[in-house]
């Protein structure tokens, strides 16, 4: 605890590390960083605030530890900046670009935004542990500041991917943005003019595999939208620029497919039987339906589904992602219920209108090697991934990789109005993005590694005798051999007694650990056994028979209980040595029992067998 002594300590000011004490000329001076500010009024510390003690800040303070009032002092000279950007140069962010009243530090900003990408920790939760931090009885919470910091997180989160978007680079960079400009991209996708040799086009037959572009789609149920606010009054900051389609002509699409029924006869799972189920009522949206791409799990488009997983919406979001493919000549569509959704889709197909229509090449379908057993087995065959030209060993469950960790973000965006929705889930995907970006180098290096191991083995292998080439089996490290470890740990011991340690048991620790490795090693042989010896009678009568002794012996701690069941003293080394015979007594001085056993029973329960 640190302390600073004046000639009168009025103040004390907690902080997360230490509390300080204060005079009351020393207090608004040096208190600027902390936390809570207390108050002696003869009988005991009284909360205060900083605006009470009479401090002016010269926009100097940051703190992300609870709600303060303080009063600010702006620049008054001439040629003065406007208060919002007085605030944001001294790492305040406002909630409003006029007249300023409340801000946040960016620390605290920033950690918000860290921790709800992370932990998937809604805004609300975070101010709840605010309030918590300021006082903890219920007394004197501070005015409720809920909806600021919410407004404060939407902007920050938006800012942060135009920043990553590197619109600060381009003139006019926001107000020249279009469609899809703040997704990160895949850089394992074939995209022709970009990351495809010349002339892949003309490659031969048995290596046109190489340009085979594999897609995934599917649907989400867990991120709904409740019918909370509406676009009027949260229209959102980017929500086509992200990853979900323009709502302009997707609203005009929807509208003219209302009518379209969409029927399975097939999948057992009954995907789209979700659309008519009624706990779905009272949403806006019922989930996202997604298209990703399996080579790297990027995630492509998101498009939200108005009721359910229906044909219509799924068609819309798939010949959208199409449109960066353009050129490409065989493509493997993943889709859990492709068996239905891919018969009339060529079809369907004349009717799209001229933003979603595909570019002209081999579509090919798949069913996920997971969903595929809930499916009708006859004729099923060419749509299952092991039968697939192209397909390698992909088992197409992208869609449920992204789902694990983000499913948790239902819960803080369910009850959001529709902008906040659509922000936040386009900010956490592209993080997912993100993430999965910077972690292809050391995925990739791995393919290195294992092609350069196999290189110097090949060259080792050719190489005549006496063999010059690198040898890849050579080990540098020296490694400790078990005795050379149970000498150390002896000699150990015996420096331990003879600095009059004090020593509980006449079996020493090291011997102890060894024993048990050995059990461990046993029990794994005698399981290995039993399975190739397997007898139902003799398994069921020997469980029977350990139950009903230590049943017989009453409640004990664990090496007695242990005993009981092998029939020797596993705290005496010197019982270790050799089999216990009948009737042998344990060497330690509180094991006063006699325990008798026959030779049949002593060889019976010595194979011990883990149920």
């Known amino acids: 605890m640190a302390l600073r002594r004046c000639h009168v300590l009025n103040f004390n000011a907690a902080t997360a590390f230490s509390t300080i004490w204060f005079a009351y000329p020393a207090a608004c001076a040096a208190i600027v960083k902390n936390i809570v500010i207390r108050h002696w009024n003869g009988v005991y510390f009284k909360k205060m605030t900083l605006k009470n003690i009479g401090l002016h800040v010269q926009l100097n303070y940051t703190s992300m530890n609870g709600i303060h009032d303080v009063v600010l002092d702006y ?54 542990m605010l309030k918590k931090l300021m006082t903890n009885t219920g007394m004197g919470v501070p005015k409720s500041r809920y909806k600021a910091l ?109 009518s379209d029924k969409d029927i399975s006869t097939c999948v057992g799972f009954a995907a789209l039987a979700k659309v008519d189920m009624k706990f779905l009522k009272g949403m806006r949206y019922m989930g996202i339906g997604t298209v990703s791409c399996a080579q790297g799990e990027f995630l492509m488009q998101l498009v939200d589904l108005h009721k359910g997983e229906r044909y219509a919406l799924m068609d819309y979001v798939f010949g959208l992602a199409l449109q960066s493919f353009g050129g490409l000549l065989f493509m493997i569509i993943s889709y859990d219920i492709a068996c239905q959704w891919f018969v009339n889709l060529h079809k369907c197909m004349d009717k799209w209108p001229s933003e979603i229509t595909p570019p002209s090449a081999m579509l090919m379908p798949a069913i996920p090697k997971f969903h595929e057993p809930t499916h009708k087995q006859q004729n099923h065959q060419e749509f299952s991934c092991n039968y697939i030209k192209g397909m390698g060993l992909s088992d197409c469950k992208v869609p449920e990789h992204i789902w694990g960790p983000n499913n ?90 003879h600095d009059r340690g004090r020593v509980y048991h006449e079996t020493s620790m090291h011997k102890f650990v060894a024993l048990g490795l050995s059990l461990e090693e046993l029990q794994q042989k005698v399981k290995t056994l039993a399975v190739q010896h397997w007898n139902p009678m003799t398994w069921q009568g020997y469980h029977s028979a350990c139950v009903a002794k230590l049943e017989l012996a009453g409640p004990r701690d664990w090496e007695e209980t242990l005993r009981i069941l092998e029939n020797k003293d596993i705290r005496s080394y010197s019982d270790l040595e050799h089999k216990r015979e009948p009737g042998h007594r344990g060497n330690n001085e509180e094991d006063d029992e006699l325990v008798h056993t026959s030779e049949d029973e002593d060889e019976e329960l010595n194979l011990k067998v883990e149920e």
């Open 150 to 258: 919410m407004q404060m997180l939407l902007q920050w989160q938006h800012l942060k991917m135009l920043k990553c978007g590197r619109r600060g680079h381009v003139p006019n960079g926001v107000e020249t943005m279009q469609y899809h400009d703040l997704v990160v991209l895949c850089p394992s996708c074939l995209r022709p003019g970009i990351n495809l040799p010349k002339g892949w086009e003309n490659a031969l037959p048995e290596m046109q595999f190489r340009y085979v572009l594999l897609l995934c789609m599917d649907a989400n149920f867990c991120l709904k939208n409740q019918m909370v606010s509406s676009y009027s009054r949260d229209p959102g900051l980017g929500i086509s620029l992200g990853y979900f389609i323009p709502n302009d002509l997707f609203e005009a699409y929807v509208l003219n497919h209302t």
């Open 75 to 128: 620049c008054g000279c001439e040629r003065q900046l406007p208060k919002h950007i007085q605030l944001l140069h001294r790492g305040w962010y406002p909630t409003s670009q006029r007249v300023p009243r409340m801000a946040a530090s960016f620390q605290l900003l920033n950690f918000l935004h860290i921790l709800s990408l992370c932990a998937k920790t809604s805004v609300y939760d975070f101010y709840w």
């Open 408 to 497: 948790a973000l239902g819960n803080s965006t369910k009850t959001m109005g529709p902008g906040s929705w659509y922000d936040v889930i386009n900010d956490n995907f592209s993080t997912w993005n993100w993430q999965k970006y910077i972690g292809m180098g050391k995925t990739l290096s791995r393919n290195n590694l294992v092609e350069d191991w196999e290189r110097i083995c090949v060259a080792w292998e050719d190489d005549g005798f006496p063999k010059m080439a690198e040898n890849p089996f050579a080990t540098n490290e020296e490694y400790m051999s078990e005795e050379d470890v149970k000498k150390e740990l002896e000699a150990e011991e015996e420096e331990h007694c």
